[in-house]
């Protein structure tokens, strides 16, 4: 079958308009992965020039490693003026917060540090609050819950429905104890709240240290209380009502350059391959992995091993 002139000049021109959009899709995409790429790293931010770093510290707190050597980091830059700590934490493990409190005390010692509370700082949020030397809360923050806690099941009951027994053989009564598969005995609870009261001592002389208050003043709202920005500042758990404005005015007013930018440090999303599973997940708003699911429904404040300093406002009643 013969084809018209007409015809091929038709296909002709089809042709080129499908080309023409396929550019135009393929650019496109080309911009948009770009300013998604942009967006995900917060922009090309040159911290090599002088600026105030700045460090998120938000959720559970475990004993984070990135955020270690993140802010052993920001300690050797010359760059890095001074240091803003914002946290928005209930509180995590003893440890944890005792890691990183360390190191920004590290921070502390060589450049001037502020800490800013978003909507909660406890347990060890507020331990790692406490590290700054200078406290900036909002007025409806959440502050304190001074004190530490350890916690384990007892499934016995579940146990004995179920029909299920636990034999077991060990070199002393105290070894694995408590156990959630047998009742506790007062011997295993005086050990636990040996240790209990030996963590809680040191987070109360760790507060009478950096605040400006007696270990007496100290023992009065260490009992696990809970306070507003405004109740922790007239006692002295805070110094200052406000936000990042005025944690950069307190760092102003210790010789840091009011024309220096806030940036805030992040750990790196590029490497070990893992960018474009990182770029997916941000773009399309879910979680990277199980831990990223366990973090998002809070769960996992459930597997926290070890002695804890922990918000649990379910259990205040």
Do not use: C
Not at 25 to 33: F, G, H, R, Y
Not at 207 to 217: K, T
Not at 256 to 262: G, K, N
């Amino acid at each position: 079958m013969s084809i018209r002139a007409d015809d091929l000049i038709d296909r002709r021109r089809l042709r080129r308009k499908l080309t023409f959009w396929r550019v135009v899709a393929l650019a496109v995409i080309v911009l948009a992965i770009a300013f998604a790429t942009q967006r995900l790293l917060g922009g090309s931010v040159d911290v090599s020039s002088d600026h105030i770093a700045q460090v998120k510290i938000t959720g559970t707190i475990l004993e984070d490693d990135a955020l270690l050597e993140r802010l052993d980091r920001i300690r050797k830059a010359p760059s890095v003026k001074g240091l803003i700590v914002t946290i928005d934490s209930p509180g995590g493990t003893t440890a944890g917060g005792e890691a990183i409190y360390e190191e920004i005390r590290r921070v502390a010692a060589e450049k001037p540090v502020v800490a800013q509370v978003g909507t909660l700082a406890a347990s060890a949020g507020y331990m790692i609050a406490s590290a700054a030397d200078h406290i900036v809360a909002r007025q409806s923050s959440i502050v304190g819950s001074i004190g530490v806690l350890f916690q384990f099941p007892d499934v016995t009951g579940l146990m004995d429905k179920l029909g299920i027994k636990l034999e077991e053989v060990k070199s002393s009564p105290m070894k694995a104890e408590p156990s959630p598969f047998n009742p506790t005995t007062e011997e295993e609870r005086a050990m636990i709240r040996s240790m209990i009261l030996d963590s809680y001592d040191w987070f109360v002389d760790l507060v009478a240290e950096r605040r400006p208050l007696s270990r007496e003043e100290v023992l009065k709202l260490a009992d696990g209380a809970v306070y507003t920005g405004r109740q922790a500042a007239t006692r002295k758990l805070v110094d200052e009502l406000g936000g990042e404005r005025e944690a950069k005015a307190w760092l102003v007013s210790k010789g840091v350059s009011d024309r220096l930018e806030i940036v805030e440090w992040k750990e790196s999303q590029i490497g070990g391959g893992f960018f474009l599973p990182e770029m997916a997940s941000r773009l399309f708003g879910s979680p990277l992995n199980a831990a990223d699911i366990l973090r998002e429904l809070g769960a996992d404040r459930m597997f926290l091993d070890g002695l804890l300093s922990v918000w649990q406002p379910e259990n205040n009643n």
